[in-house]
């Protein structure tokens, strides 16, 4: 008996320790308030130690910041990907949205809430202890919502400014598979053809950012919804950057994704949305 105490005190903190933190979000204040397309407004950020209900102070650093966020509109017509602040005297992270900003990591807080409808909001954060964790949102933006219906895959942006061509190649293997994203960027010369894309910049320490997620996101509860950030080394001379993921058994055959890369050319953060079908066969 003696023995088995002595067992279940020892497995107690473990126990505490694996389970995940409170996750509190602000709108200008309020847990419930609605803002309006483009309306001034700040985000607050609070993790609480599940069992003593205090505010975590301690996070680690990931590509130069405390936070990623990404705010994706439900129908995935808008995304956006801001970095909060993070105070380590009250453990709150905020941000201005649709506010100036000088920072060139939060230029798409100019425009996080374009339109009314649902966002998703995915806030990462990494506790010093454990790997990278992520918490949902879900935010209403008031106004008449302009549904956009179908989820449209643009191999060019920026009116042309620049193409992107994708390729996934699955490897299976005995845990799961490995699937490599293939991004290749091209710009456009003065006569409307392509050529890869040169002096590509690192953007955060990566050559490229990328968000996966499920298309039909909204119909899951919020902790069950396929959602992942993935990173891509520099590109190399051909402009072609690899994202690589092994997934044991998220990714479901013939269903569609989205994926949004994310480069740095010409001193600005550029975003094209990808959508796939993805083939668990395909290399
Ligand atoms: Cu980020």
């Known amino acids: 008996m003696y023995v088995n105490l002595f067992l279940l005190f020892l497995a107690l903190p473990v126990t505490v320790h694996a389970e995940k933190p409170l996750a509190e979000l602000f709108i200008n204040g309020s847990p419930t308030y609605t803002p309006l397309p483009y309306e001034p407004v700040v985000l607050e950020f609070r ?26 509109k439900k129908d995935l017509s808008h995304f956006a990907h801001v970095h909060p602040n993070f105070d380590p005297s009250t453990g709150l992270f905020h941000i201005g949205l649709h506010l ?14 374009p339109q009314a409808g649902e966002y998703f909001i995915f806030s990462e954060i990494q506790l010093s202890d454990k790997k990278m964790l992520d918490f949902r949102f879900s935010v209403t933006v008031l106004g008449e919502e302009n549904h956009v219906e179908t989820v449209t895959d643009s191999s060019t942006i920026e ?28 710009t456009q010369n003065e006569d409307g053809t392509y050529i890869p894309a040169k002096d590509l ?11 996966l997620l499920d298309t039909q996101a909204k119909e899951f509860p919020l ?17 072609i950057f690899r994202f690589t993921y092994f997934d044991r058994g ?7 994704y989205r994926f949004w890369i994310q480069f740095r050319h010409g001193g600005k953060i550029h975003t094209a949305p990808i959508t796939f079908q993805y083939d668990s066969k395909k290399f």
């Open 250 to 256: 998220n990714l479901k055959h013939k269903k569609t």
């Open 47 to 72: 993790f609480k130690n599940p069992d003593t209900l205090t505010p975590i102070k301690s996070f680690k650093d990931m590509h130069g910041k405390f936070m990623h966020a990404i705010i994706i």
């Open 159 to 186: 009116d042309g400014k620049y193409k992107i061509l994708f390729d996934p190649i699955t490897v299976e293997g005995a845990g799961g598979n490995l699937v490599l994203f293939e991004f290749q960027v091209f």
């Open 201 to 211: 910049q690192p953007w955060m320490m990566m050559g490229a950012h990328g968000i």
């Open 223 to 239: 902790q069950d919804i396929f959602y992942k950030h993935l990173h891509a080394t520099d590109a190399d001379d051909e402009a």
């Open 100 to 113: 100036p900003t000088q920072n060139p990591d939060n230029q798409d807080a100019l425009h996080a809430f």
